[in-house]
Each structure stands twice: as C-alpha cells, then as structure tokens.
C-alpha cells in the first residue's frame, strides 16, 4: 500500500513542506500521493498518512481539523504521523524556545483528541513582513522577531528520513 501526504496551506509554506517530505519518502521507490485534505475523497489505499496544516492563532487551519474529523476511525489503523507549520523561527530569541514548547503542546493536545500519531513535528513555515501591517512589522522587529523564509530544509528532511525508515521497518515485519 502507498503513503498519503496530505495538508492544509494557507500561502503554500505548508505544501512546499508537505510536497519536500512526500519527495523524500519516494526516494526508497514507495508511492506517495501528495495533496491538500479538501481533495481527499478516502484514504482507504493508504497504509501510511502524512497530514500537515499551516497554524494560525495556535490552532491548525478548520480544513485540516474537518479532515482529522472526517478520517478519524480510518486513521486508527494506519500508520500516522502529523505536522504542523508555525512562525516559531520567527519569535523573537528570547521567547523563542519557551514559545515553540508551549505551542508545539498546545497543538498535539488538540490532534491527539482527535488521533494518535506515531509523531508530531512543529517546523517554522515562512513569515512575510509585507504581509502584515505597518505597525506590527516596526514592533515585531523591534522586539526581535524575524521574517522571511525560515523553513529548516535539514530538519523536514531528516523526519521525513525517520518516517521512511519507520516505513520501511514496518513494511518488513
């Protein structure tokens, strides 16, 4: 059986993520589809599911908690591990750390009601000041935080890299 990659994006930070671990999982010849939760019908042909949502107020996006809703019995019996795709990176270096911990719980309290995944991962997703008004960017900057592209490719990579071993292992049992 295949893997699903499947996630909710918000301005495509999350896809591109979504789309690099789906690439990384098909390097050992397995098939991965890779595609938003709204055009999933089913996931009945999927042993393994990858879902990943963009977070916004701490709280994945509704499209991605419908999906946990919609698929939760069928979930129970495959292989799941889950991500989510914040601005941690961004925070300022002073409450960076404390504010990633406290989100990143926050976040696998609210799925675990829902599932039980082998994993969670919070990765940093990309914060463009130009979308943010003027004011928040001039005291956003001011206290240190930080914008741009601040995925962490290494770090995607390597828990991609850990599921495909996870895969692989499970596959071979």
């Known amino acids: ?28 010849e397995t098939a991965v589809d890779c595609r938003s939760v709204d055009s999933v019908i089913s996931i009945d042909q999927y042993s ?7 977070v916004h107020g701490q709280k994945w996006l509704p499209d991605a908690i419908r999906f946990l809703e919609r698929e939760k019995q069928h979930l129970e019996s495959r292989q799941l591990w889950v991500f ?34 082998r994993d969670h991962r919070l990765f940093s997703g ?23 592209d601040l995925r962490e490719w ?8 850990s599921i495909k071993e996870a895969k692989l292992r499970t596959d071979d049992a």
């Not at 918000?10 to 990384?24: E, H, L, W």
């Open 1 to 28: 059986m295949s893997v699903l990659v499947a996630y909710a994006t918000a301005k495509g930070s999350t896809q591109d993520i979504a789309d690099r671990i789906a690439s990384r999982l098909r390097s050992s």
């Open 48 to 54: 393994t599911v990858i879902i990943g949502s963009a």
């Open 84 to 117: 989510s795709v914040g601005m941690g990176a961004g925070l300022p270096s002073w409450i960076r750390e404390r504010a990633m911990r406290s989100e990143e719980k926050k976040l696998r309290a609210k799925i675990e009601t829902y599932v039980k995944p």
């Open 126 to 148: 990309t914060y463009m000041s130009d979308e943010m008004p003027v004011f928040f960017r001039i005291i956003y900057s001011c206290l240190g935080g930080r914008f741009g």
């Open 154 to 161: 290494d770090k995607i990579e390597q828990w991609a890299d």
